[in-house]
């Protein structure tokens, strides 16, 4: 078990121009979230998956925010025309189902900087 | 979920107990205290979790109130390496989302 991956770790992107993201969750964990955080705050929310099926997309997630698990396993963030308020770090998470609660274990996040 | 309250910052040395409190005065029956923390530059760890009794892992120790309105994490034998930001979260047993706060900054000092 390697955890949670992300890549790539820093994009440095200029406005207007489209970006992707890839997190690779825990093998046999069904479940994966993203979620964005901003300088000094907590982190927020965007998108949950169960298996390939996107169960709910935060308010957050803008018309150009795309996110997609074709098989159940790795999972893509797309955002497209970037502008300087989406720079951050984006995080995935994945967890397992099985019964409630359970913990969720987070990538180490890709950076993003929108110039 | 509950809100929950926590101090901004708190310190202690090396080497002994750091308590972080937290207030969740408006919990609800079915929903569980959760710990995360965030060290420097990496995404959150899970730490401890709780609904009524006190729990106790290899990493730390969760003491909630009788009355589930508030909940101390404590870190035993605090190292340099537990500066972190921790996060406490009320998390109701159907719910899927993490909601952050924005957490204590624990620092330990040599």
């Known amino acids: 078990d390697t955890g949670v991956s992300q890549n790539p770790r820093h994009k440095i992107t200029k406005r207007g121009q489209n970006v992707t993201f890839r997190c690779d969750p825990i093998s046999e964990h069904n479940r994966l979230y993203w979620y964005r955080q901003t300088l000094g705050q907590g982190p927020e929310f965007l998108t949950y998956?169960?298996?390939?099926?996107?169960?709910?997309k935060s308010r957050l997630l803008s018309d150009r925010f795309s996110a997609e698990r074709p098989k159940g396993s790795f999972s893509t963030l797309e955002i497209q025309r970037t502008e300087q308020g989406d720079s951050a770090m984006y995080l995935c998470a994945s967890s397992l189902e099985q019964g409630m609660p359970y913990e969720q274990y987070f990538g180490p996040g890709t950076r993003l900087t929108v110039t | 979920d509950a809100k929950t309250t926590q101090p901004t910052s708190m310190d202690c040395a090396e080497g002994r107990a750091a308590n972080l409190p937290c207030n969740h005065s408006t919990i609800s029956g079915n929903e569980y205290v959760y710990w995360y923390r965030q060290i420097h530059s990496q995404g959150p760890q899970y730490i401890i979790h709780?609904?009524?009794n006190n729990e106790t892992n290899e990493m730390a120790s969760l003491i909630i109130t009788e009355d589930r309105k508030s909940s101390t994490l404590i870190l035993p034998h605090a190292t340099l390496r537990d500066t972190a930001v921790y996060y406490c979260?009320?998390?109701?047993?159907?719910?899927?989302?993490?909601?952050f706060g924005s957490g204590t900054r624990l620092l330990v000092r040599p």
């Open positions: 998956f169960q298996n390939e099926a996107q169960l709910e």
């Open positions: 709780g609904l009524k």
């Open positions: 979260i009320a998390l109701r047993d159907s719910s899927y989302k993490l909601i």
